[in-house]
């Protein structure tokens, strides 16, 4: 029976038509695709918005908006004027959007922006059909292959490329899932799932995932020491690059929650460090029992707390902000993620300083490297060459400054390699200034027959003359 005056409305599946004539019951599929529209023509409008602000540089981004654009509007043309019949079954979707971007959008947009915990914890798993496919090792491998390049790192580092050296790498124990850390908590070991063996893929996921944070310490100083630590033959027999070990990773690094557990710099030499030896002693670093002065990070620390490390033999401090002298020119350059060093009575601007200042000082001896000194001129630190030598920005140079409590000069020395930082380079030579005085050492075998040194060492003296030169000192060269 119908009310007066009441339109007549036809049968449908299900009795759904009663409930939606009802405020707050469903919809009808007219009100539906009413709704649809509206959603439509709101996303077109949020598209010329986005498209508005930035189109100069999202340009890809805008590319897949614009590809959405166009599939939204075959949609809306879709939509107008269409009732679903009684008995409609919904069809199929199509293979290549079975689940919501077409592939070639994954791939060449979305992955590509996504830090690679990302892409394998979340964007990953999204996609059924192309997540596991567009996300591989091939995938892995490009990004490593890109940060490799772009950190200068390229034929100094590496990771094993296939999966045969990674094999007997036993699974490390995947950290407790909990509800406030979501499933990038766990990785990049997640990727790998369980079983008796680290996958290849999780191996390549976490050298991704190092490679991919802290970009400018990677770039700025590791392919600097590296070198060095290959002339003074610190590196493995095998030579360079060194190749991230699939082994270390799975006990060390199973998980992002481990990576973070020290400074990045220091976070990053550990993944290669293992690899170095002196003498026969390993170089890896190690974190030793935490210092008993109590000190907890404070505001303004980065982070960073007072902690003891230990590499070899040699023992070291990690010192916060907060603990450096007020008048300490390091303060100004203090950088968390490279934090200064105490190291007896020197204290190093940063980590990075530190281990190539180790180099020159504490391991330059291995069998098969003869470092000598060349001159050692004395000057008086108030000179006004040495001075500015010791103080000013030396340019095409690497400098490391560092001060030395017991010291005068305000403490200050430095060291200016002069030779060993650059790709093709097969000796080192450097300026080393303490207290007013200058001396020149290099690992360049002397020609012999020659008396002066500009003829015994050709490579070395030269770069000494141009730079003392410059700042007034070729008066202390030898001849």
Not at 325 to 332: C, H, K, L, N, Q
Not at 379 to 401: C, K, M, P, V
Request: proline share 7%; hydrophobic share 35%.
């Amino acid at each position: 029976m119908s009310v007066e005056g009441e339109p007549k409305r036809p049968h449908t599946q299900r009795g759904d038509s009663a409930a939606s004539a009802q405020p707050g019951g469903t919809p009808s599929i007219s009100e539906g695709l009413v709704r649809l529209e509206e959603r439509i023509a709101s996303l077109h409008t949020h598209i010329d918005l986005a498209r508005a602000i930035g189109a100069d540089k999202w340009v890809s981004v805008f590319a897949a908006l614009s590809s959405a654009e166009d599939a939204l509007r075959g949609v809306d043309d879709g939509v107008k004027g269409t009732i679903r019949p009684i008995g409609w079954a919904k069809p199929p979707p199509p293979a290549d959007s079975a689940e919501g971007l077409p592939p070639d959008v994954c791939r060449d947009v979305i992955y590509r922006c996504l830090p690679i915990d990302e892409a394998v914890c979340s964007a990953r798993p999204i996609s059924r059909a192309h997540g596991s496919q567009l996300v591989n090792e091939a995938f892995v491998q490009r990004r490593i292959a890109k940060h490799l390049s772009r950190h200068s790192l390229t034929g100094l580092i590496d990771v094993e490329r296939t999966a045969a050296d990674t094999a007997n790498a036993a699974a490390p124990t995947p950290a407790p899932h909990t509800s406030s850390s979501s499933s990038s908590s766990d990785a990049p070991a997640a990727a790998g799932g369980g079983g008796p063996h680290v996958s290849h893929f999780c191996y390549l996921s976490q050298c991704c995932y190092a490679l991919e944070h802290g970009g400018a310490v990677w770039c700025e100083q590791w392919p600097d020491f590296i070198r060095l630590a290959d002339i003074y033959k610190l590196t493995p027999s095998t030579g360079l690059p060194l190749i991230m070990s699939a082994q270390w990773m799975a006990t060390h690094l199973p998980t992002k929650a481990d990576f973070h557990t020290m400074p990045l710099a220091l976070r990053q030499y550990s993944t290669f460090g293992h690899l170095l030896n002196y003498k026969g002693t390993s170089l890896a670093i190690e974190k030793l029992d935490e210092a008993d002065d109590g000190d907890e990070a404070k505001k303004g620390d980065g982070g960073v707390r007072r902690q003891r490390y230990r590499i070899g033999a040699v023992y070291f401090t990690m010192v916060p902000l907060s603990a450096l002298p007020a008048d300490s020119p390091f303060r100004e350059t203090y950088d968390p993620h490279n934090p200064p060093i105490r190291y007896d009575c020197h204290l190093f601007p940063s980590f990075t300083s530190f281990m190539k200042h180790l180099v020159l000082f504490e391991w330059f001896d291995p069998k098969g490297v003869d470092e000598r000194r060349v001159f050692w001129a004395r000057l008086g630190g108030g000179d006004e060459g040495y001075r500015s030598l010791l103080t000013d920005a030396i340019d095409g140079n690497t400098t490391i400054d560092y001060t030395n409590d017991g010291q005068g000069d305000d403490g200050r020395q430095r060291l200016i390699i002069l030779k060993g930082m650059k790709e093709d380079d097969t000796i080192t030579a450097y300026l080393y200034l303490i207290d007013g005085n200058i001396k020149l050492f290099t690992t360049e075998a002397a020609i012999e027959g020659h008396t002066r040194l500009s003829a015994r060492f050709p490579s070395a003296m030269p770069l000494t003359r141009t730079l003392l030169t410059k700042h007034g000192l070729a008066h202390i060269i030898p001849q």
